[in-house]
């Protein structure tokens, strides 16, 4: 089976992103991308949390989904829809992007690409333990489940050719800070500063790359951290309530992971291509 070897990896900023949205939609009806593939955590969850029985984080309740066209939650951690699913509807692939756990899935969602996040996740596996959530890194196996039946329906050389022109976007990493560095320091025992623990998370994040370029794909977008100190959840936890400051070392500690991927994605492209 021909596979291309060309890969492109983008680095999510939000402005910029939006405005080559808009500019493509406005362009042309045409679909730049066959289908959209979506690897992370709750930032792009469209529901997978809903289906293991043991997750521990769902968005099964009011007040997520009221802004959705039936105004009930769906398992989107969101009022309505979120960046896999506005992503989709500005490329001309699909309204919204359905979770690949979600029972009776059409062959139509299966070729027009599907969400394999799990919310409260995370590079680290060790993140999952305590939430019971799908670990980032093993994701591609549901991948692997995907390509397959992807096959079954329109055959090894089609199946391919749009696993290789897909838009793949992967969005994770806030999860791992929180949960085993600034709150509860699971980490820190084996990796006193941060630099060293966000090396270990970029590792990861290289070797998830690596693994679903081997699947075939080839348009990566790749999502940054958010400035970790001002979630709510964070500043509710230094201080009390969430009316209180942004805690900065966070915020700048995002930064300096996000200037590390910036070096790290040509790099990774370098040796891919």
């Known amino acids: 089976m021909p596979?291309?070897?060309?890969?492109?990896?983008?680095?999510?900023?939000?402005?910029?992103l939006f405005?080559?949205?808009?500019?493509?939609?406005?362009?042309?009806t045409q679909t730049l991308f066959p289908a959209i593939l979506i690897f992370g955590d709750s930032t792009v969850d469209t529901g997978n949390n809903n289906y293991p029985l043991n997750t521990i984080f769902r968005a099964t309740h009011f007040p997520y989904g009221i802004d959705l066209p039936n105004h009930e939650a769906n398992g989107r951690f969101s009022n309505g829809k979120l960046i896999p699913d506005i992503l989709a509807a500005k490329y001309n692939i699909k309204d919204l992007v359905p979770p690949f756990l979600q029972p009776n899935l059409s062959d139509q969602d299966i070729v027009t690409g599907v969400c394999f996040a799990s919310a409260s996740s995370g590079y680290d596996d060790r993140t999952s333990l305590s939430t019971q959530s799908i670990p980032v890194l093993e994701q591609p196996?549901?991948?692997r489940s995907y390509i397959a039946r992807l096959t079954s329906i329109l055959g090894d050389k089609?199946?391919?050719?749009?696993?290789?022109?897909?838009?793949?976007?992967?969005?994770?990493?806030?999860?791992?800070?929180?949960?085993n560095f600034y709150t509860v320091p699971a980490r820190r025992l084996e990796y006193p500063l941060i630099s060293s623990y966000q090396d270990f998370i970029l590792k990861r994040l290289d070797n998830l790359v690596r693994e679903i370029y081997s699947l075939g794909c080839r348009n990566i977008m790749v999502?940054?951290?958010?400035?970790?100190?001002?979630?709510?959840?964070q500043m509710t936890a230094k201080f009390g309530n969430i009316f209180s400051f942004c805690i900065e070392q966070e915020n700048i500690d995002s930064v300096l992971y996000n200037e590390k991927i910036q070096k790290l994605l040509p790099q990774m492209e370098a040796s891919l291509t």
């Open 19 to 28: 405005a080559s949205c808009n500019a493509a939609a406005n362009a042309t």
């Open 158 to 179: 089609k199946a391919i050719e749009i696993i290789n022109n897909a838009l793949v976007v992967i969005s994770a990493g806030s999860n791992d800070f929180i949960l």
């Open 141 to 143: 196996n549901m991948f």
């Open 223 to 233: 999502v940054g951290l958010p400035p970790i100190g001002c979630i709510p959840v």
């Open 3 to 16: 596979i291309s070897k060309t890969i492109t990896f983008t680095l999510f900023i939000a402005a910029t």
